[in-house]
Each structure stands twice: as C-alpha cells, then as structure tokens.
C-alpha cells in the first residue's frame, strides 16, 4: 500500500464549480499535510498546508483534516482555468523532515 | 533572493555517461532534498541531507550519488547512466516545515 493515495483523476469541473481532491495516507503518526499545485512543466508550489483537525480556508482554496480516518482533502471554490493543473498531497511521516506524495490528481477548469 | 537554483535545465546522456545536477539556496535552509518525477508516480526521494555534512537515502537512492558541499549547495551524480533515469528531477530546501522547490532538469539517458 502506497503511504499516500490521491484520487486518479483527471478532474473536470466548469468554471466558477466546487473541486474536490481528496488524499488517504497510512501513518496514523503523520503530524503535517500539505497541498502542492504544480503546472505543466513546472516545479510545484506550496499552496496549502494544515496541522490539526478541521478546515482551514485560504481564499478560495479550503483544506479539509480528519486525523481519526486518515484523510485530507482540498476544495477549491469558484473555479477558474488559472487553477488547471496538476494538484499533489503531501505528508509528513516521520520527524525529519521527509515528505511522502501523492501521484497527483489532474485538475482541468472548462470555461 | 534567488529561492532554489538548479543547473543545467535539460541534459541528455548517453547510456554508461556520467554527469552531476547542481542545485544551490540562497534561503540559509538545514534540509535539501532530491527528487524524481516520473509520469503517473508523483515525486519520490531520492538522497537527502538535514544538516550540512549529513546525507541519507530516500525511497530510490540506487544508480546515484549526492554530496552537501556545504549549507548552500547539494549535488546529485549519477556515475553511470541508464535509460531508467529517464526523468525529471527537482532539488528542494526546507525550513523545517515547508519544503522549497527548485525549477527542475529534464534528463534523457539514450
């Protein structure tokens, strides 16, 4: 079992739609999750990060944590073609630093 | 403040070659990290280093050797190419929480 799994995708919504990624991992011991947006050909950017239970919202980006059944997930409201790209969940698992990522989910905004 | 720097940008290699990826911060970061990229399979670790003067394997260490040169610089070498390091490789540096991430080299071994 890979540490963290995201949806396969690729995720089509119309503009201005809620999307939904969500993102499983398998250490219970995991203390930090991030959301990673990464454009075709380029290096992926930090756009959310979250450390304890619940939501944290971020303009039009939410992320969601629920420790107890090991899921993370990221809303992003009010789509826009700018928000196509490939988005990857990120998990810290140990104490030094290392991170564990998802394969990604492809997100494409249809206008 | 330049972030994370990495050189060259594309490189292609001939089968048994070898060739060093540099990667520099200017953000006086402890941590720097190598990774893969490979279609389908997110980006995987491949050495990293915590500390000036500590390195460690990540997850797909073998075929590669790193070296921190010192806080700024960490090096990945690959001695003798194979077709299988096909990829694109991200070097990144952290603060202790976030972790940076430099432009990328497209490498093609052939």
């Known amino acids: 079992q890979k540490e963290v799994e995201q949806n396969s995708g690729p995720l089509s919504v119309p503009e201005g739609a809620i999307a939904s990624l969500n993102c499983t991992y398998s250490?219970?011991?995991?203390?930090?999750f991030f959301w990673y947006r990464q454009y075709s050909g380029k290096s992926p950017e930090l756009i959310m990060s979250?450390?304890?239970?619940g939501d944290k919202e971020d303009g039009r980006f939410t992320a969601q944590l629920n420790k107890a059944s090991q899921y993370v997930s990221l809303l992003i409201r009010d789509s826009q073609p700018s928000d196509s790209a490939t988005y990857l969940c990120a998990v810290n698992t140990q104490t030094d630093y290392k991170l564990s990522f998802g394969a990604g989910t492809t997100v494409t905004v249809r206008a | 403040n330049a972030g994370v720097t990495q050189t060259p940008k594309f490189q292609v290699l001939k089968t048994g070659q070898s060739m060093t990826l540099q990667c520099a911060q200017d953000m006086n970061h402890n941590s720097m990290y190598w990774y893969r990229q490979d279609p389908g399979m997110g980006l995987r670790l491949i050495y990293y280093s915590a500390s000036e003067g500590t390195t460690d394997k990540g997850e797909v260490p073998n075929g590669y050797n790193v070296s921190r040169l010192n806080k700024r610089e960490f090096s990945l070498r690959l001695e003798s190419a194979a077709p299988s390091q096909t990829s694109v490789y991200f070097c990144?540096?952290?603060?202790?929480?976030?972790?940076?991430f430099g432009p990328g080299t497209r490498l093609t071994v052939l």
């Open positions: 250490d219970r011991g995991s203390q930090s």
């Open positions: 990144a540096s952290s603060d202790g929480n976030t972790q940076y």
């Open positions: 979250i450390y304890s239970n």
